[in-house]
C-alpha cells in the first residue's frame, strides 16, 4: 500500500544507514531535499477537489429487493488529470449487509478537461426514500505521495416500492373473475347482477335462467347469462397505527396489508371496479382518489412506498369519519387492520353501525404463523404452557372475529402469505353473491 505525507518521509529516513543521519541535521536535509521537492510536487500535480463538477442520472425507483442504478458524473476542468478514490455515501439500508464498502466505492482517472462517469448500485433492504448523503473525493499526484479531498453534497432521491409479491396470485384469479363475469362456460347469478346476453341451453344449467318468452319464439330453449356490476366503488382503508408495527416472520404487519392491497386493486381495476385509498392512524397518511385503471397500481405503490407504522393508538372515530367523507356513496370498505380484542372492542365495534349502514364492510388481518405452530407444540412443560397461550389468542381473536360478523362484516383472518389470495377469494366471492 502506498504511504503518503509524513508516513513517506519517516519510512524514507528509517531507510538510510543510522551514521547518515543521526549525527547532523545538516545531513538530514541534503539527503531528504529531493524527496521534499518531490512530495510537493506531487500535492502541486494533484488535481484540484472544489473545483471537479458532479451530477447524478439513473434510477429513481425500484422494487423492494430489486437493485436501482445511480450514475455520479465526474467533470474535471482543471488543466489537471484526476486521479481519484470515490465514496459515494447512501443510508445502510441502500445496500445488503457487508456490501457497502464494495459497492460505495470507486477508483478513477480523469484526463484533464474531460468528464467520466461511475455507477453506484443500490439494493435496499427497506421501503422508502434513499437519499443521497456525501461523495468525498480524494484527489493523488502521479506519485501518490500526498492527495487532496473534499466532500460535496450531490443530491438524488430513490424511492424504494413495496415488492407485490403476490402478483403472482394474479393470473388465477383473474381466471376466477373471468367465469363470474360470463366469459365463460361457468355462469353465476346473484341479486345483485346484471343481464348479459342469451344463449342455448346445456345439461346442467340452472332452469330458473330460462327465458321462456325467447324459446317460444324459436326452435331451442334459451338461457339468460348474467354477469356481476361493474363500476362499483372499492375504498381499502391501511391501518397505519401501532398495531400495524408488529412484526410477523421479517416484516412488519403493514407490509403484508400493503400486499394484500395491491393483489385486490389490480383484481378490482381489472373488473372494472373503481378503488381508492386510504391510510389512517391519527391522521390521514395517504389518499389516492380518482385514478384511472391504468394509472391505479403506479399510484397506489408510490403513495405506499413512504408509509411506516406510527406508534400511537388508532383513531378509530377519525378512521370511520374520514372513511364516510371518502365513500359518499354504496361502496366496499376493505378495512386492514389488527384483529386484537382491545383495538377492535374498545374502538372500532361501537361505530360499526355507521359503516355498515352504508355500505359493505370487509376486514383483513394478519395473522401470525407463529402463534399456531405454538398451539401444536408438546413434549415438555415449557411447550404445553405455550401451547395454552397459543389457544387462548387463536380463541380471543375467533371471538372477536365472530362479533365482527354478527354485525355484517366479512372477516379474513390468514398468514402474510396467504392474506392476499384470501382477500382476493372474499372480493370475488361478495362479487358472486351479488353484494357490491
Known amino acids: 500500500m502506498a504511504l503518503t505525507g509524513r508516513a513517506a518521509l519517516v519510512a524514507a529516513l528509517g531507510s538510510l544507514p543510522i551514521g547518515i543521519w543521526e549525527p547532523s541535521w545538516t545531513g538530514i536535509l541534503a539527503v531528504n531535499a529531493p524527496l521534499a521537492v518531490a512530495c510537493a510536487c506531487?500535492?502541486?500535480?494533484?488535481?484540484?477537489?472544489?473545483?471537479?463538477?458532479?451530477?447524478?442520472?439513473?434510477?429513481?425507483?425500484?422494487?423492494?429487493?430489486?437493485?436501482?442504478?445511480?450514475t455520479l458524473t465526474v467533470t474535471n476542468p482543471s488543466g489537471r488529470p484526476l486521479r481519484a478514490h470515490i465514496r459515494d455515501a447512501w443510508p445502510p439500508s441502500s445496500w445488503q449487509p457487508g456490501t457497502e464498502v464494495e459497492a460505495s466505492r470507486h477508483h478513477l482517472t480523469v484526463p484533464a478537461g474531460e468528464r467520466r462517469r461511475v455507477t453506484t448500485r443500490l439494493r435496499p433492504t427497506r421501503r422508502g426514500d434513499r437519499q443521497a448523503d456525501r461523495v468525498t473525493i480524494r484527489s493523488?499526484?502521479?506519485?501518490?505521495?500526498?492527495?487532496?479531498?473534499?466532500?460535496?453534497?450531490?443530491?438524488?432521491?430513490?424511492?424504494?416500492?413495496?415488492?407485490?409479491?403476490?402478483?403472482?396470485?394474479?393470473?388465477?384469479?383473474?381466471?376466477?373473475?373471468?367465469?363470474?363475469?360470463?366469459?365463460?362456460?361457468?355462469?353465476?347469478?346473484?341479486?345483485?347482477t346484471e343481464f348479459d346476453s342469451l344463449r342455448e341451453y346445456?345439461?346442467?344449467?340452472?332452469?330458473?335462467?330460462?327465458?321462456?318468452?325467447?324459446?317460444?319464439?324459436?326452435?331451442?330453449?334459451?338461457?339468460?347469462?348474467?354477469?356481476?356490476?361493474?363500476?362499483?366503488?372499492i375504498l381499502l382503508v391501511l391501518d397505519t397505527g401501532r398495531t400495524s408495527a408488529g412484526r410477523v416472520g421479517d416484516a412488519p404487519r403493514l407490509d403484508a396489508s400493503m400486499d394484500a392491497a395491491l393483489l385486490l386493486a389490480a383484481l378490482a381495476s381489472?373488473?372494472?371496479?373503481?378503488?381508492?385509498?386510504?391510510?389512517?392512524?391519527?391522521?390521514?397518511?395517504?389518499?389516492?382518489?380518482?385514478?384511472?385503471a391504468k394509472d391505479l397500481l403506479p399510484s397506489l405503490v408510490n403513495a405506499m412506498a413512504p408509509l411506516e407504522p406510527e406508534l400511537v393508538e388508532t383513531n378509530?372515530?377519525?378512521?370511520?369519519?374520514?372513511?364516510?367523507?371518502?365513500?359518499?356513496?354504496?361502496?366496499?370498505?376493505?378495512?386492514?387492520?389488527?384483529?386484537?380484542?382491545?383495538?377492535?372492542?374498545e374502538g372500532l365495534l361501537p361505530l360499526l353501525p355507521q359503516l355498515t349502514q352504508r355500505h359493505t364492510v370487509l376486514l383483513a388481518s394478519v395473522a401470525d404463523p407463529h402463534i399456531a405452530r405454538m398451539a401444536t407444540a408438546r413434549g415438555n412443560a415449557e411447550a404445553i404452557y405455550e401451547a395454552a397461550a397459543a389457544a387462548q389468542a387463536q380463541t380471543e381473536r375467533q371471538r372477536?372475529?365472530?362479533?365482527?360478523r354478527r354485525h355484517g362484516v366479512t372477516v379474513v383472518d390468514a398468514t402474510p402469505d396467504d392474506l392476499a389470495p384470501a382477500l382476493a377469494d372474499a372480493y370475488l366471492a361478495l362479487k358472486a353473491a351479488g353484494r357490491l
Not at 205 to 216: E, H, L
Not at 270 to 292: E, F, K, P, S
Not at 317 to 345: F, N
Not at 400 to 404: G, I
Open 42 to 70: 506531487d500535492f502541486a500535480l494533484a488535481a484540484p477537489v472544489r473545483r471537479l463538477g458532479l451530477t447524478r442520472s439513473g434510477d429513481t425507483s425500484a422494487r423492494l429487493g430489486e437493485t436501482a442504478d445511480v
Open 202 to 233: 346445456v345439461p346442467g344449467d340452472d332452469t330458473r335462467s330460462i327465458d321462456w318468452r325467447a324459446t317460444a319464439r324459436q326452435s331451442a330453449v334459451a338461457v339468460r347469462t348474467w354477469r356481476p356490476e361493474r363500476d362499483r366503488h
Open 140 to 192: 493523488y499526484g502521479p506519485l501518490r505521495l500526498f492527495s487532496r479531498q473534499g466532500t460535496q453534497k450531490v443530491p438524488w432521491t430513490v424511492r424504494v416500492l413495496p415488492p407485490f409479491t403476490s402478483r403472482k396470485h394474479l393470473p388465477s384469479k383473474l381466471a376466477r373473475l373471468r367465469e363470474l363475469d360470463g366469459r365463460t362456460s361457468v355462469l353465476t347469478r346473484g341479486e345483485g
Open 316 to 345: 378509530a372515530r377519525g378512521l370511520t369519519a374520514t372513511a364516510l367523507r371518502t365513500a359518499p356513496r354504496r361502496s366496499l370498505v376493505v378495512l386492514l387492520t389488527s384483529l386484537d380484542a382491545a383495538p377492535i372492542e
Open 270 to 292: 381489472r373488473a372494472g371496479d373503481r378503488v381508492d385509498l386510504l391510510a389512517y392512524d391519527r391522521g390521514v397518511r395517504a389518499l389516492v382518489q380518482g385514478r384511472t
Open 400 to 404: 372477536t372475529a365472530e362479533q365482527l
